[in-house]
T-cell receptor, first 113, second 112 residues
């Protein structure tokens, strides 16, 4: 079946450093790639997403890049802050429907002050 | 205040009992979803509904049932047939099947 691989599973950085999380997907028809942030005991929150007709998207300190040929996409967080500490999930649409998502297993990001 | 609500936040049940988890949204979204989350795992889709009175099985529907009698409500029943029901359950909704999903706060179910 289709799957999404996410790496690393844990990531620890110093405050102010950058953090990069990478995902690869298997469904060549995937065209929508959201990233979610989940704080302990809460539901995931959408932080940024990208569609297949775009190679990069940026929102303040957060950016996502997509390489459709290689079937991988990455989340970049610059100038990390302690409040960025959370679990981050990538996801990819199955086929052309954004409503049908398959998720990576998550990356626990720790930002040390 | 618009959003997705799930209740209760924590739920305890004895083995062999059915239990129903509530999910309500006042966002006027057509599509609603139920996911299960286990420690160290990604979210896995249980059921989804694109419109009232319609729903489809996700990847792990066995042992679960849903109904969608109202647009704003999508309750999930965890039946005694579910072999390992202890997990964190997340409900989500989207304007329609082709838009981004927004998640509720989750219900942590523990079966004793």
């Amino acid at each position: 079946g289709e799957n999404v691989e996410q790496h690393p599973s844990t990531l620890s950085v110093q405050e102010g450093d950058s953090a990069v999380i990478k995902c690869t997907y298997s469904d060549s028809a995937s065209n929508y790639f959201p990233w979610y942030k989940q704080e302990l005991g809460k539901g995931p929150q959408l932080i940024i997403d990208i569609r297949s007709n775009v190679g990069e998207k940026k929102d303040q300190r957060i950016a996502v890049t997509l390489n459709k040929t290689a079937k991988h996409f990455s989340l970049h967080i610059t100038e990390t802050q302690p409040e960025d500490s959370a679990v981050y999930f990538c996801a990819a649409s199955i086929g052309g429907s954004q409503g049908n998502l398959i998720f990576g297993k998550g990356t626990k990001l720790s930002v040390k002050p | 205040d618009g959003g997705i609500t799930q209740s209760p936040k924590y739920l305890f049940r004895k083995e062999g009992q059915n239990v129903t988890l509530s999910c309500e949204q006042n966002l006027n979204h057509d599509a609603m979803y139920w996911y299960r989350q286990d420690p160290g795992q990604g979210l896995r889709l249980i059921y989804y509904s694109q419109i009232v009175n319609d729903f489809q099985k996700g990847d792990i529907a066995e042992g679960y049932s849903v109904s969608r009698e109202k647009k704003e409500s999508f309750p999930l029943t965890v039946t005694s047939a579910q072999k390992n029901p202890t997990a964190f359950y997340l409900c989500a909704s989207s304007i329609n099947k082709d838009n981004e999903q927004f998640f509720g706060p989750g219900t942590r179910l523990t079966v004793l």
